[in-house]
């Protein structure tokens, strides 16, 4: 059973473009849910924290969907430094225990 | 600067040689946790620790043994490295939960 689930990708976009990420989490009780971007097997650093009401910073906003039990990250007007692997983190069973998607990578061009 | 610091940051070693990465926080967090990441399986969680004295396993912990006698070090011992083990590790600490800081990784490779 695979608890958190994206698409592996890439997405290959050109420069300006708008895309979107979807992620699938298998464990109701979920309480938590971030993004982090990773660049190049570098450490992973949060992109933001995903709010029930959903939530936005510039051009990224995420979205949360209980019912359906998947979060999403919309990119607009995309820009080559955001390339990079996006992960999608839900906390697991044991609270703080948090659960990693193998991650959506997004090539950006000129 | 806060920052998550592990040591070393490249490590090639052979198959048995008892072997120690060390992670050190200095924001003060109470939880620390450790990660391996291999291409294909994302991040996978090692061990975990939510006060001084206080571990517990994740998800892959077979192999793997740690400690945290000091709220801002959390050392991953691995008393005989096999190559399986061979893999991209990260450190990370939070106040409490989630969000996570991480370390910069280390690349460990056992032959």
């Known amino acids: 059973r695979k608890e958190v689930e994206q698409d592996p990708g890439p997405f290959n976009v050109p420069e300006g473009a708008t895309v979107a990420f979807n992620c699938t989490y298998s464990n109701s009780a979920s309480q938590s849910f971030f993004w982090y971007r990773q660049d190049c097997r570098k450490e992973p650093k949060l992109l933001m924290s995903v709010y029930s009401s959903g939530n936005e910073d510039g051009r990224f906003t995420a979205q949360l969907n209980r019912a359906s039990q998947y979060i999403s990250l919309l990119i607009r007007d995309s820009k080559l430094s955001d390339s990079a692997t996006y992960l999608c983190?839900?906390?697991?069973?044991?609270?703080?225990?948090?659960?990693f998607g193998k991650g959506t990578t997004l090539s950006v061009s000129s | 600067e806060a920052q998550v610091t592990q040591n070393p940051r490249y490590l090639i070693t052979v198959t048995g040689k008892k072997l120690t990465v060390t992670c050190s926080q200095n924001m003060n967090h109470e939880y620390m946790s450790w990660y391996r990441q291999d291409p294909g399986l994302g991040l996978r969680q090692i061990y975990y620790?939510?006060?001084?004295?206080?571990?517990d396993k994740g998800d892959v912990p077979e192999g793997y043994k740690v400690s945290r006698k000091e709220k801002r070090n959390f050392p991953l011992i691995l008393e005989s490295p096999s190559p399986n083990q061979t893999s991209l590790y990260f450190c990370a600490s939070s106040r409490s939960g989630p969000p996570l800081h991480f370390g910069n990784g280390t690349r460990l490779t056992v032959t």
């Open positions: 983190v839900v906390n697991g069973e044991a609270g703080t225990a948090l659960i």
């Open positions: 620790s939510m006060n001084v004295e206080v571990t």
